[in-house]
C-alpha cells in the first residue's frame, strides 16, 4: 500500500484523536514513518487500524469505514481541483474511474493488482451502484469513502450490498442512494 494512504490515516488520526495518538499508535505496533510515495505492507496497515483509539468494540470493517469517512475531506484539502467541479455526491462518484485511471487502464499494484470499479447510474436519479473488485477486498473502506464524499457534499447516502467478495462473491456491488442532509 502506498505511503499516501498511511499519510492519509496520520492525518485523520491526528485530527480525530490529537497530536499524540498517532505516535502511541506507532509505538504500539513498533513501525517508523511514511513517505507519501514508498510502498508498505497492506499487514501494516490493518495493524495500524487495529492500533486505532476508538472504541474496542469497533471490528475492522467499521474501522476501515472510519478511515473512509475521515479521509474525503482530507482529500478535498489537498486536491480541491477535483472536487470543486462536481455539485453532489453522485455527479463526483460518476468521475471516480476518470480520477483514479486518467489514462483509462487501472495500473497494476504487484502485490495488489488492479483496483477494477465501475460506477454505474441508476434510475430513478438519486442513486448509483458502484461494483468493487480487489484482491485486498476492501469494501469497507470504499463504504466509507462514499459516505464522507455524500457528507462533503452536504448529503446522506443509504448503502446497501447486495454481493460482497467478503461472502464468496467475485465483486462487490454498493447500490447508494443520495438525498439531501436533513
Known amino acids: 500500500m502506498t505511503g499516501i494512504i498511511f499519510n492519509l490515516l496520520e492525518e485523520a488520526v491526528t485530527r480525530r484523536f490529537g497530536p499524540g495518538a498517532w505516535s502511541e499508535m506507532l509505538a504500539k505496533i513498533d513501525v517508523g514513518g511514511y513517505l507519501p510515495f514508498d510502498k508498505y505492507p497492506d499487514d501494516e496497515f490493518f495493524r495500524l487500524l487495529g492500533a486505532l483509539p476508538v472504541a474496542p468494540e469497533m471490528d475492522a470493517e467499521e474501522r476501515l469505514r472510519w478511515f473512509g469517512r ?29 480520477i483514479l485511471h486518467p ?3 487501472a495500473p497494476a499494484d504487484v502485490e495488489a493488482g488492479p483496483l477494477d470499479l465501475e460506477v454505474l447510474e441508476v434510475e430513478p436519479p438519486g442513486g448509483l451502484v458502484l461494483g ?35 461472502h464468496g462473491e467475485e465483486r462487490c456491488a454498493l447500490v447508494c442512494t443520495f438525498a439531501p442532509a436533513a
Open 70 to 98: 475521515a479521509a474525503v475531506p482530507l482529500l478535498a484539502e489537498r486536491y480541491p481541483l477535483i472536487f470543486a467541479p462536481h455539485r453532489s455526491a453522485e455527479q463526483f462518484l460518476l468521475t471516480l474511474n476518470a
Open 103 to 105: 489514462g483509462g487502464l
Open 132 to 166: 468493487y473488485r480487489s484482491v485486498r477486498r476492501l469494501c469497507a473502506l470504499a463504504e466509507g469513502f462514499v459516505t464522507g464524499t455524500a457528507e462533503y457534499y452536504g448529503e446522506e447516502v443509504q448503502i446497501q450490498q447486495p454481493r460482497c467478495m467478503l
